[in-house]
């Protein structure tokens, strides 16, 4: 099984790369996250990878990071979620912004991806539940009742994950989730 390959990038076609290794070309498809991070054709270029082997194709999936191929695996566990649409999930959004929906159970965020829709998100929720998302180190996963809401309010103002995450941590215990959203709000305005 092919598990990393370094080489030179020979060609980006989303979501399609090709990988030169000593003089064998390998096509590898690749989440948006990772075709961004990646240096300019003709450039050394390293990838994690899954190697899917069917009767018809050996395919290989790249990956910038490790976390992006753990969730990759975890994703096409899955029934019914094929590579394409792990693929989709890790172009639409990063791997925390994953595991966070996982945690706060937000199926909304996940039907913002293409190819998501509200039962495919709910199952996607079910079946990933302490698997991704439960090692996260965010204030919803470790913080008392409300927090969570708080963080999801203001991730939904449009404010980063490291920002709600943030401005939430500075919240003074046993506050209210109106409340806290007041004093983050405050906060991130400064």
Do not use: N, W
Not at 28 to 41: H, I, K, N
Not at 63 to 72: K, Q, S, V
């Amino acid at each position: 099984m092919i598990g990393r390959l370094h080489g030179t990038l020979l060609d980006k076609s989303p979501p399609q790369i090709l990988v030169d290794v000593g003089g064998v070309g390998y096509e590898v498809d690749v989440p948006m996250s990772t075709l961004y991070d990646l240096p300019a054709v003709g450039q050394a270029v390293t990838l994690l990878v899954h190697t899917v082997i069917r009767e018809d194709a050996h395919l290989l999936y790249g990956f910038a990071t490790a976390a992006e191929r753990a969730a990759f695996r975890e994703l096409v566990k899955i029934s019914g979620i094929g590579p394409r649409i792990a693929l989709a999930l890790l172009s639409g959004l990063s791997v925390a912004e994953l595991g966070q929906a996982v945690t706060l159970q937000d199926a909304a965020r996940l039907t913002r991806v293409p190819g998501i829709g509200k039962k495919t998100a709910e199952r996607l929720l079910l079946e990933l539940k302490g698997k991704i998302g439960a090692d996260l180190g965010t204030a919803a996963a470790a913080a008392a009742p409300g927090t969570a809401d708080v963080l999801q309010a203001l991730i939904a103002l449009g404010y980063s994950e490291r920002e709600a995450t943030a401005a939430v941590k500075a919240l003074p215990a046993g506050c209210g989730v109106d409340d806290g959203i007041r004093q983050a709000l405050k906060a991130l305005a400064r």
